[in-house]
C-alpha cells in the first residue's frame, strides 16, 4: 500500500517564498508521475503542475514562472519549489503519484500567503 506524507506548509509574506516536500513508501516511485494539485477554500481542487517518470513538466498558467517542481528518486521525494507567493496561492497542498495500475494521494499540507 503506498503512502505519500506532505511536509513543509505554513503561513508566509506575499512574495515570499517556500518549498513543500512529498515522500513517499511502498510504491515504485521511479515509473511514477508526480504531481502537486491546491485546493482553496470553497474551490474545487486544481492541478499545480507535474513530473513524468521521465522528468517532463507541466504547470498551470498561474503558477508558471513562480512555482518549481522536481523529484529526487533515490530518496523517493518530490518537491515543489513556490517562490513570489501571492494570497491567492493560498490553499491545502496534495501530492499525487500515480502509474497506469494506481494513484495515491498524500494527506495535504497547508500554505497561507498573507497580504
Known amino acids: 500500500q503506498g503512502q505519500l506524507v506532505e511536509s513543509g506548509g505554513g503561513l508566509v509574506q506575499a512574495g515570499g517564498s517556500l518549498r513543500l516536500s512529498c515522500a513517499a513508501s511502498?510504491?515504485?516511485?521511479?515509473?511514477?508521475?508526480l504531481g502537486w494539485y491546491r485546493q482553496a477554500p470553497g474551490k474545487e481542487r486544481e492541478l499545480v503542475g507535474t513530473?513524468?517518470?521521465?522528468?517532463?513538466?507541466d504547470y498551470a498558467d498561474s503558477v508558471k514562472g513562480r512555482f518549481t517542481i522536481s523529484r529526487d528518486n533515490a530518496k523517493n521525494t518530490v518537491y515543489l519549489q513556490m517562490n513570489s507567493l501571492k494570497p491567492e496561492d493560498t490553499a491545502v497542498y496534495y501530492c499525487?503519484?500515480?502509474?497506469?495500475?494506481?494513484?495515491?494521494w498524500g494527506q495535504g499540507t497547508q500554505v497561507i500567503v498573507s497580504s
Open positions: 499525487n503519484a500515480r502509474s497506469a495500475m494506481w494513484t495515491y
Open positions: 511502498g510504491i515504485i516511485f521511479r515509473i511514477s508521475t
Open positions: 513530473i513524468t517518470n521521465g522528468g517532463i513538466l
